[in-house]
């Protein structure tokens, strides 16, 4: 009886003892994620921030956390977007685009990957390729109001605003900025520099496409909201 109550003694034991270490080694996991995540932020304008990314994703990967290899596909666009100089800058911008929103998809990260999709897309109208854009937009609209993530609603109706901006259709352009407008007042945002700047933002938009439409009372007036 008094080698059976030592077994057990020692059972516990060991559990209690392993089940800190597991946690430990968790916590330390995450750290090692937030760690080069926060390094990535720093590096946003260094050309170092290819190599920080691709090391966040390699320890993503290797944390089987989907997220947090989205986050690092999504430092490397913002690499390339910056030094579109280099070879085969676009293709990689498509494929780290895609790969992020496969990565986000799984983590079911519905914000990152309607995001990472309008960053795509304003990266396409940027440098005028239209084609399947319009499409694309809409999608990436009707998904955001769906799943009612404004934020994403706002970013998707800016992107048609700029894509319209850009075939030449102030008009079109005009409307989707009013639909952003709208969005936004919907936001819930405590940041006041942030709703303000938001704001300011989609009236200097709408300021613009009234002038393109040579509607310069209108285009007065957006302006002088953008300072309100």
């Not at 609603?153 to 952003?180: I, M």
Request: aromatic share 10%; glycine share 2%.
């Amino acid at each position: 009886m008094k080698k059976i109550l030592l077994v057990c003694i020692s059972i516990a034991s060991l559990f209690f003892c392993c089940s800190p270490d597991k946690k430990s080694l968790e916590e330390n996991q995450q750290v090692m994620l937030d760690s080069l995540l926060k390094e990535c932020r720093t590096q946003l304008n260094s050309p170092d921030l290819a190599n920080m990314a691709q090391r966040l994703r390699a320890e993503a990967i290797k944390q089987n956390n989907d997220l947090y290899a989205g986050y690092a596909c999504g430092f490397t666009i913002m690499y390339y977007t910056k030094y579109s100089n280099i070879n085969n800058a676009e293709d990689s911008i498509r494929l780290y685009g895609e790969t992020a929103k496969e990565y986000f998809k799984r983590a079911d990260h519905l914000s990152g990957y309607l995001r990472t999709e309008a960053d795509l897309l304003r990266w396409e109208i940027q440098y005028q390729n239209f084609e399947n854009t319009f499409v694309r937009i809409f999608t990436l609209i009707n998904d955001a109001e769906k799943e009612n993530k404004i934020s994403a609603v706002v970013e998707a109706y800016s992107t048609l605003g700029w894509a319209y901006r850009a075939s030449d259709s102030p008009k079109e352009a005009h409307d989707a900025f009013l639909h952003e407008l709208e969005a936004i007042k919907k936001l819930d945002i405590t940041n006041k520099t942030k709703i303000t700047n938001l704001y300011i933002s989609v009236f200097l938009e709408l300021g613009y496409a009234a002038l393109t439409m040579n509607e310069k009372d209108l285009a007065l007036a957006y302006s002088d909201s953008s300072l309100l």
